[in-house]
């Protein structure tokens, strides 16, 4: 039996890896990729069987050895060159959520044979690993994409199958995946062989069973009054503050931070609902929450908007292009800067009205 020793990039964590006969839970169910459905750039040609995409289906092939291998998937870009030179970047400075280290830079979507509940996600990072920085689930009955893991860039020189460990077990079941990925800290390309998804079986669930934490047109529009049995938010001393002064101190927070504060009482929604905060709105961080409703609540806000950045929205069928093209005609006239990459609802009527 061939047993696979691997130093993972993560620090004080030694990793033995047999791909065959790993040891773990038996009502654990452990699949391989079955269809690359998404992604955002790949290195190979659309033609082309190296670098692509597609090289994450099935068990890995290259692993446990590290070096430049065509038979795996490799992002478009590396380093701080394409960042610099990226026109969202150069003209969005985007405030991310206290959770997020990073904005992801490219994304894959894996699609898997069986739902399961996911327990953990080993990611098979043969070259340049550590550029992986977020991992969703979708959630199929409800809808939704849901995070399942968060973390930092890093740099390692080894070979690397680290499992990304759930905080806790999760209670929906899944069979989509998506990936996101920053390498800008990179001196090369990072290369991935497989992705592994290891989840226990599918049960029944209550629509009740999981409180609905998605953000989505509540959040992005919510009412500007405390809901029913709750305390207002004291906001004593606040009042006594110059207007400019809290549109400066609000202007630290993340476009989600914002929209939740909004509803906390009237003081802040009419600073939240400040349209300096809205010149420049960048929801690609935000792709798996914007729909139809979150769009068209943002229209109220968006009345100087000068800059959008709606890279990666849509996917799923989210975003539809009659919900776009609505929210062009009418905040359209002072637009400067559209990036609309990655954005399955274009059409020819969105091209149109741009």
């Known amino acids: 039996v061939r047993v696979w020793s691997v130093i993972c990039v993560r620090p004080f964590y030694l990793c033995f890896y047999r791909y065959s006969e790993i040891k773990m839970d038996t009502n654990v169910i452990r699949q391989d990729v079955k269809e690359v459905t998404d992604y ?17 289906v099935g068990a890995p092939e290259v692993f446990p050895e590290y070096g430049d291998y065509a038979e795996t998937f490799s992002a478009r870009t590396y ?25 992801s830079q490219d994304y894959v979507e894996l699609q898997y044979e ?38 930092k860039p890093t740099k390692g020189a080894e070979a690397c199958a680290w499992p990304r460990p759930l905080p806790s077990e999760e209670t929906f079941a899944t069979r989509v ?4 990925f920053h390498h800008a800290h990179l001196d090369y390309h990072a290369q991935i062989d497989a992705v592994v998804l290891a989840g226990k079986p599918k049960q029944l669930e209550s629509p009740d069973s999981e409180c609905y934490e998605h953000t989505s047109a509540t ?17 004593a001393g606040f009042h006594s503050l110059p207007r400019e002064l809290l549109t400066q101190i609000f202007g630290y927070l993340d476009l989600l931070s914002l929209c939740r504060l909004s509803g906390t009482c009237k003081l802040f929604w009419k600073v939240c609902y400040d349209r300096i905060f ?50 062009m005609e009418l905040r359209g006239e002072l637009l400067q800067c559209l990036c609309l990459s990655s954005c399955p609802f274009v059409d020819n009527e969105c091209l149109k009205v741009v």
Not at 177 to 180: F, K
Request: with cysteine; proline share 6%.
């Open 79 to 103: 380093g701080p060159w394409w960042l610099r030179h990226s026109v969202s970047d150069r003209n969005f400075n985007t405030i991310l959520p206290k959770e997020r280290h990073v904005k």
């Open 177 to 180: 995946l998506r990936l996101e």
């Open 278 to 327: 809205y010149q420049c709105l960048d929801l690609q961080p935000y792709w798996e929450k914007v729909n139809d409703n979150a769009l068209e609540a943002l229209q109220k806000r968006c009345t100087t908007l000068e800059k959008l950045n709606l890279s990666w929205c849509g996917a799923g069928g989210y975003l539809s292009a009659e919900a776009f093209v609505s929210f």
């Open 219 to 235: 959040a992005i529009h919510p009412p500007p009054s405390c809901q029913q049995g709750t305390s207002p938010v004291s906001t």
């Open 114 to 151: 069986q739902e399961v509940r996911p327990v953990t996600v080993t990611i098979f990072e043969t070259y340049n690993p550590g550029s992986v920085v977020r991992i969703l689930a979708f959630d199929r009955l409800k809808n939704r994409w849901k995070e399942l893991w968060v973390g």
């Open 40 to 56: 955002s750039s790949q290195y190979g040609s659309y033609n082309s069987i190296s670098y692509v995409a597609l090289n994450v």
